[in-house]
């Protein structure tokens, strides 16, 4: 850090790079900026590390990738003694390994919680950009990178009547930091998805009685969760450089399993049950990897649909029941797939009732019910798990302004732009973690993050060699990515769905596909190529004016 005079004639603080979130992007993209030389900050506005983890505290939440693939693989030392206890980390857990890298990479001091970074400018005279904060501070930063993260920024529908409620109202994506008791009350849960699915089996052991407002159906498959043998910890410990190097180069999603070699159809009816069976049984993400053609053929993804919609009816004893739990609006994997404990079988209990919103929307909240098709659903307290403003959400909250003054909003109004999700035009020295236009969200999040992460470091020091000031997407390179990136998607069946994906689940946000579905060990290469090339389609500027990079 040192100190410059401001255009105020005031002292303000300057940092090489302002890092915003203290989540697993940030940590690691400020161990990285140490390790380099370059002085930075992070403002974070939570209490703590861990980003995403920190505020999904709900009943339930664990993470949907295996536990000793969702880890850091920066550091041998640190993958080497951490010790998760369980195939899916709950979330407790998995904030206790964030504190444990903060701590053991001394990150805390240069991490300011309890800070929202609430509008940052480029200068473009002095070629950096001011950031102001919270607390009223403005520091300036040659560079800022947003590690702000996809789905972070909770989101409370506008139902009529919310505010009238007496109970109670939690919503999964920002659960209060004390302990939540649903003994003796009734519970309403809103949502179906992820967050839903897992809190849902919790709430209703604790609850008197749980009605579950159900819009959309879901697909979800078993976690079959268990704890962690010494020997399967050794195990992955000892393949760990295989693991990671398949993880980042070959599976599509950063997670490590075995890679599907045929589609669907090339199997008899048999074989392809016996193996969904077989899936069904491991359990976890990798049900979707069966076959290579599952979200790309409808014909071959139904095969799939049915095998899980035949389950829910084997598992859920009321067959009404069962067929509403059946999802039928979308191809499976198209929605972000659930893993689950028990979330069907729940509907089997005596205390847990499904209530269809999708025929009937909820027409009110009252003060003590839920109000559909005329009925009064009574509750004593809400639960909200009806997802985020994902992808762009957090970045939106900010008041960032890039050449012109143009705002980054405005530039988004039609959906976001960047190249290679990496920067956006217009915004020279803006770097986004894991923002749209690249895999972020369809991969193994942690995956993802140390690419990005390692790549920007490597980028700030080509640049740091080279004397070069500026660095910012060029128009022409982005708009070709923002057109690979609906191409690829358009290829699948993704774009079907009414999904997060699409931003379909935020009334007036645009309808693009907004991560790039192409896999990320192809993402990582085309990043890779760009940056041996002199960081092709980018514009690095000495001077005044920024100067197309070599090609
Ligand atoms: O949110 P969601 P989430 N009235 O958007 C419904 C990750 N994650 O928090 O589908 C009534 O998926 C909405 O209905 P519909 C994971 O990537 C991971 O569950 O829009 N209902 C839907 O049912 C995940 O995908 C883990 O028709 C309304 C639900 O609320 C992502 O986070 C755990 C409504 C929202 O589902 C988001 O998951 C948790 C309204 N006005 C989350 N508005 C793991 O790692 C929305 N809904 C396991």
Sequence with gaps: MSSVQSSSGQTAEAYDVVVVGAGFAGMYMLHRLRGLGFSARVYEQGGGVGGTWYWNRYPGARCDVESMQYSYSFSEELQQEWDWSERYAPQPEILKYANHVADRFDLRRDIQFNTRVERTAFNEHGKFWSVTTSDGRTVEAKFVVLATGCLSNARKPDIKGLENFKGPVYHTGNWPHEDVDFTDLRVGLIGTGSSGIQSAPIIAEQAKHLTVFQRTANFSIPARNAALTGEERDAFRRDYPEIRRFAREVARNGIFAEQPDRGALDDSDDVRLGKYAGRWERGGLTFMYVYNNLGLERSANDTAADFVRGKIAEIVKNPETAKLLQPNSHPIGTKRICIDTDYFATFNRPNVSLVDIKANPIEEITASAVR???????????????????????????????????????????????????????????????????????????VSIEQHVDWIADCLVHMRRQGLATMEAGRDAEDKWVAHVNEVAQGTLFPQANSWYMGANIPGKPRIFMPYIGGVGVYRRICDEVAAKGYEGFLMGRAEQPQAAAS
């Design 372 to 446: 559909v098709a005329g009925k009064d659903h009574e509750v004593d307290a809400l639960v909200m798990a009806t997802g985020f403003d994902a992808m762009t959400g957090s970045v939106a909250k900010i008041d960032i302004r890039g050449r012109g003054g143009q705002t980054l909003n405005r530039k988004w109004e039609e959906g976001p732009k960047t190249y290679l999700g990496l920067m956006s035009a217009g915004f020279p020295n803006l770097f986004i973690i894991t923002g749209p236009g690249s895999p972020s969200v369809l991969s193994n999040m942690i």
